[in-house]
């Protein structure tokens, strides 16, 4: 090759390796300005119809394992790393399996940096007699919580300071009582009482029954108040707040035990809800639009109220 010649070709692959260097840099795509808008209510709804193919999920049924496994691979494929969290637990039936799952994002560095928790149930109420798929009871926020993990991942700063669980064992075999229901959260916070790592989460939702056609989120009387005025405040910023209310009485649900333990936890929950542990409770009671309300609402307050 003739000096000039070469020199050319030295130019060309330089400038060749500039534009791959450029080309690069330029695929590392930006959070999104405003990260709630990201939220699809269709694609959380579409998470419940793929968990309702598995049919009713009591706890320890071959359904339950099913979802476990689909709920695993949509978490990871978002750049979520899953714990399961094993542990048998003594019911009215007598000893139960149980397996909460723990999702943390996979850039997480261990810092001082305080956490938040997003929590739902994925288990159904174990009936005899009755179909009980619960679309809204446990699927709903389960779907919208798959959804929440994709848009979270759009922005790994915030998405590793949120960890998300699905708890098992939500419902209660005969009636909740302080050793009946609430399975998966009250060993969960027990385990975090334990390994003193309560310090370690500035606040919690939990999501129950969120995707009702007529949807009214009805916030328990005794919500952290704090907790409370930041998602009345996110609900009113996005034009929702008239879905958005409180309770006539108490409600009793996983975020008790949290309470409990000394981490702050708020319910977002619609307890007006006629179908609740019927075989009535199916797919076509859900709306996408109602999903997408609280996702968005849960998504701005994570991203611009929980840590400020």
């Not at 690069?24 to 999104?32: D, E």
């Not at 009636?175 to 500035?202: I, M, P």
């Not at 319910?267 to 996408?288: C, Q």
Request: with cysteine; net charge negative; glycine share 8%.
């Amino acid at each position: 090759m003739e000096r000039g010649a070469a020199a050319k070709f030295i130019v060309m692959a330089a400038l060749s390796g500039m534009i791959g260097c450029e080309s690069k840099v330029a695929t590392a795509v930006p959070p999104p300005a405003h990260i709630w808008e990201e939220f699809s209510g269709e694609k959380a709804l579409e998470h419940v119809r793929r968990m309702l193919d598995f049919g009713p999920r009591p706890p320890g049924s071959n359904a339950l394992e099913k979802s476990r496994a689909y709920i695993t691979a949509q978490l990871e494929s978002s750049g979520w790393k899953v714990t399961r969290q094993a542990f048998e637990d003594d019911t009215p039936v007598g000893k139960v399996h149980f397996v909460n799952l723990i999702a943390t994002f996979a850039s997480r560095k261990t810092s001082g940096d305080p956490l938040f928790l997003v929590c739902s149930h994925y288990d159904t109420k174990t009936f005899e007699t009755v179909e009980f798929v619960g679309a809204n009871d446990g699927g709903s926020s389960t779907g919208a919580l798959l959804e929440l993990a994709r848009v979270l991942s759009r922005d790994p700063a915030l998405a590793a300071r949120i960890e998300l669980v699905c708890f098992d064992g939500e419902e209660a075999y005969e009636s909740f009582t302080e050793t009946d229901g609430l399975y998966g959260s009250r060993y969960f916070a027990r385990q975090l009482v334990a390994e003193n790592k309560v310090r370690n989460f500035r606040g919690g939702i939990l999501w129950d029954m969120i995707g009702d056609r007529d949807l009214t989120i009805t916030l328990p009387p005794d919500s952290p108040s704090q907790l409370a005025d930041g998602i009345f405040a996110a609900a009113q910023t996005l034009d929702l707040r008239q879905h958005f209310t409180y309770f006539r009485g108490g409600i009793t649900d996983d975020h008790t035990p949290l309470n409990s333990a000394g981490i702050p936890t708020i319910d977002l929950i619609d307890f007006d809800y006629p179908p609740w542990h019927t075989a009535g409770d199916t797919i076509d009671k859900l709306s996408a639009a109602s999903l997408q309300t609280v996702g968005r609402v849960t998504a701005f307050y994570l991203s611009e109220l929980a840590f400020k």
